[in-house]
């Protein structure tokens, strides 16, 4: 069965940094796009980052371009986001995420919180 276990989230201060990390199980990875999203208390779940298969293609929301950066290892069957210069908007719990046909992965998500 398909898991997704995120683990990395802690809190931080105002320009901080976090890694992120998603392991993958259940599925044949490196033949899934994959997504981080977030969500903040009141607010609806957002895409943040997404990856090809392969690690070649990337794309990531404009609140975190160049400060994010997605990135996979397909022989750990794991995916990262590297969070940099986080700020205290980028509070939430985030969450890894691929599509398999027509149903929806989702893993039980880290809490990142950025705060002085």
């Known amino acids: 069965q398909v898991r997704l276990v995120e683990s990395g989230g802690g809190s931080v201060q105002p320009g901080g940094s976090l890694r992120l990390s998603c392991a993958a199980s259940g599925f044949t990875f490196s033949r899934n796009l994959m997504r981080w999203y977030r969500q903040a208390p009141g607010k609806e779940r957002e895409l943040v980052a997404h990856?090809?298969?392969?690690?070649?293609?990337?794309n990531y929301a404009d609140s975190v371009k160049g400060r994010f950066t997605i990135s996979r290892d397909n022989f750990r069957n794991t995916v990262y986001l590297r969070l940099n210069s986080l700020k205290p908007e980028d509070t939430a719990v985030y969450y890894c995420n691929t599509q398999l046909g027509p149903n929806n992965y989702w893993g039980q998500g880290t809490q990142v919180t950025v705060s002085s």
């Open positions: 990856i090809s298969s392969a690690g070649g293609y990337t």
